[in-house]
């Protein structure tokens, strides 16, 4: 079992950046593939970006291509999410996912962290 907490989330203008960590203890991390999810205010929760348990192949959603950027330092167990130009439609709760394999299926992750906050303002 591995426990996840995320970190990073607050309140930006439209075009700033935050940048998400997600701290994983317990079983090895890099034995997981990793994925990020946000749920918005009144949706259902959405894929954003995954990554392969070395951090070499990585997913997006179309919405985030360009903007996000997903990486792994498995070192410290921690996988981050570096979010540029953001946009009010970004507003959401981020979560991130521990799986056997990178995919874009909610179910296929295992393990989910509590969420951050991410607000961005018009």
């Known amino acids: 079992q591995v426990q996840l907490v995320e970190s990073g989330g607050g309140l930006v203008q439209t075009g700033g950046s935050l940048r998400l960590s997600c701290t994983a203890s317990g079983r090895i991390f890099s034995s997981y593939a990793m994925g990020w999810f946000r749920q918005g205010p009144e949706k259902e929760r959405e894929f954003v970006a995954a990554?392969?348990?070395?951090?070499?192949?990585?997913s997006y959603a179309d919405a985030v291509k360009g903007r996000f950027t997903i990486s792994r330092d498995n070192a410290k167990n921690t996988l981050y999410l570096q979010m540029n130009s953001l946009k009010p439609e970004d507003t959401a709760v981020y979560y991130c996912?521990?799986?056997?394999?990178?995919?874009?299926?909610?179910?296929?992750?295992?393990?989910w962290g509590q969420g951050t906050q991410v607000t961005v303002s018009s």
């Open positions: 996912g521990a799986g056997d394999r990178i995919t874009i299926r909610i179910s296929d992750y295992h393990y």
């Open positions: 990554s392969t348990r070395t951090g070499i192949i990585k």
